[in-house]
């Protein structure tokens, strides 16, 4: 039987479910960070929370759309329990449909924009004595003052330098949802990612909309680009790892391509998002770069790190995207041979310019373009991993594998390994890479690196 309903109770235990880009899963970590520094405590596996955090992603309509199924589930969860869940909705949709979410789902107590969460803690007090709140105040100055310091966390772990962007690509909607660009300030990224490697980092991916565009000053005042953070956190000597995304080909600097070819740590690895390989669909997007200068920008890349892999994100079915079009992005694809790529259908959101362009495409247009391209994507893909067999490299451990005494980390080249032996979670290991499947390597344990 259920009992009597239970509510507006300060929750005490929490869950955060994060959806859509790395910059949200660290924006959740954030979140939990706060939650526990009120007093809260993570939920039991397999057991509800008091308060359930949906931080959401608003880039395509399906993940956009997910937010109002998950609502419906977690109330229905909560009746059946005969509970009541306190449930706040962060992210993307927040910042976009904030107002929108409120009406539409009484359920909901709080809605907390991606610059905004540093008030959670308020938020969760008001929600508890009945008052629903919204806060989607931007810009991020303020935020990352008011979050707790770091707690631990993986081998390998993420940290924000850049938010928000200013490209205003004609089909996406972050410009909207995180605001203009900004860069976090050099002093307080040392300081963060110092704390991370103390917590047990060996890896840091540094992230942002537009990565490539931080900008800062260094210690003595100098002004500094990617790649002087990057040598900077170089110098902290249990980190081992340091890679960076997503970059915008024309923020792309001489520095950062130099320092592939310098900076071991530095991995050898870029992601950098093309979407077509037709000139008039990048106009169309204003992407502001050409097909033929992003495969310039690439050479130089291979010309001092000859071994990167190289990763693009892609749309199909641009509004207007023809059939000839089309197939130059596949003849890009032909020319670059991606290690690893994101494709995407185009989706229209709401109040982005290419929503309401003519000659929108119809869906199986798209349905048989996407798939056209990701049989050239895992195409390359495969012979990529397949091409890496017989390197030795190093793999951090990030942990266990399905079966016992197996282990999974991650290449240089970002692909998933696995391999058998003594290892623990944290190790950077010695692995003779022996076989290739499309989305991993099987490996061989040489020995445990140098600690
Ligand atoms: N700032 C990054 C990431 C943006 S979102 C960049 O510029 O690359 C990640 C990817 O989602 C984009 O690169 C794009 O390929 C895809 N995307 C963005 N908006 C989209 C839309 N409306 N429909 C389909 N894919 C989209
Ligand atoms: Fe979106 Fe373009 Fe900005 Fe990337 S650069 S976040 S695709 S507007
Ligand atoms: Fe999605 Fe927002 Fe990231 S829309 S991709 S969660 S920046």
Redesign the pocket.
């Known amino acids: 039987m259920p009992g009597p309903m239970r509510q507006s109770d300060a929750p005490r235990t929490y869950r955060v479910k994060s959806f859509g ?1 790395q910059m949200n899963v660290y924006d959740g970590e954030r979140m939990a960070e706060l939650l526990a520094e009120k007093g809260m405590s993570p939920a039991p596996e397999g057991e509800e929370a008091d308060l359930v955090v949906l931080n959401t992603c608003h ?3 399906k993940a956009a759309e997910k937010v109002y199924s998950d609502i419906g589930r977690l109330v229905k969860k909560g009746e059946e329990a005969g509970r009541k869940p306190m449930i706040a909705v962060a992210g993307c949709v927040a910042q976009a449909e904030g107002e929108e979410i409120m009406a539409r789902a009484p359920a909901v107590g709080m809605v907390v924009g991606p610059q905004a969460y540093h008030r959670l803690p308020e938020m969760i007090d008001s929600a508890a004595s009945g008052k629903r709140a919204t806060d989607t105040d931007m810009p991020a100055d303020a935020k990352f003052a008011a979050l707790p310091s770091r707690r631990k966390v993986g081998p390998s772990a993420f940290l924000t330098v850049q938010e928000g ?1 200013d ?1 205003f ?1 004609t ?4 410009p909207y949802t995180r605001g203009a660009e900004i860069s976090r300030p050099f002093s307080d990224l040392l300081r963060e990612a110092e704390k991370l490697v103390e917590s047990g980092a060996r890896e840091i991916t540094l992230l ?3 990565v490539n565009a931080w900008s800062g000053e260094d210690e003595a005042g100098r002004p500094v680009g990617l790649e002087g953070l990057a040598r900077a956190l170089a110098k902290l000597p249990d980190l081992k790892r340091i890679r960076y995304t ?3 080909p024309n923020d792309m600097t001489e520095g950062l391509i130099a320092a592939h070819g310098e900076e071991p740590k530095l991995m050898p690895y870029l ?3 093309v ?1 077509s390989g037709s000139d008039r669909v990048l106009k169309a997007m204003n992407r502001s770069h050409t097909a033929e200068s992003y495969l310039r920008l690439l050479e130089r890349f291979r010309a001092v790190r000859p071994d990167i892999a190289l990763s693009g ?3 199909v079915g ?1 509004p207007g995207e023809t059939d000839a079009e089309f197939e130059e992005t596949l003849k890009l694809v032909d020319e670059v041979r991606y290690a690893q790529a ?8 709401p109040g ?1 310019p ?2 309401g362009m003519d000659n929108q495409i119809p869906r199986e247009v798209m349905d048989e373009r996407l798939q056209r391209l990701q049989a050239s994507l895992n195409r390359d893909q495969l012979a990529f991993n397949q091409a890496s067999i017989g390197k030795t490299c190093e793999v951090l451990v990030e942990r266990k594998g399905k079966l016992p005494g197996q282990w999974l980390g991650k290449s240089p080249w970002l692909q998933s390994v696995f391999f058998e032996g003594e290892a623990a979670i944290g190790d950077m290991v010695t692995v003779e890479l022996a076989e290739a499947g499309p989305n991993s390597i099987r490996g061989r344990l040489l020995q445990l690196a140098e600690a």
């Open positions: 880009c880039i395509r309509e962007c490209k690509c089909y996406c909607v972050v942002g909309q537009n997503t970059s915008h992601h950098l998002p979407q994100d892609f749309i641009f994101f494709s995407f259908k185009y989706s229209p959101r982005t290419a929503a």
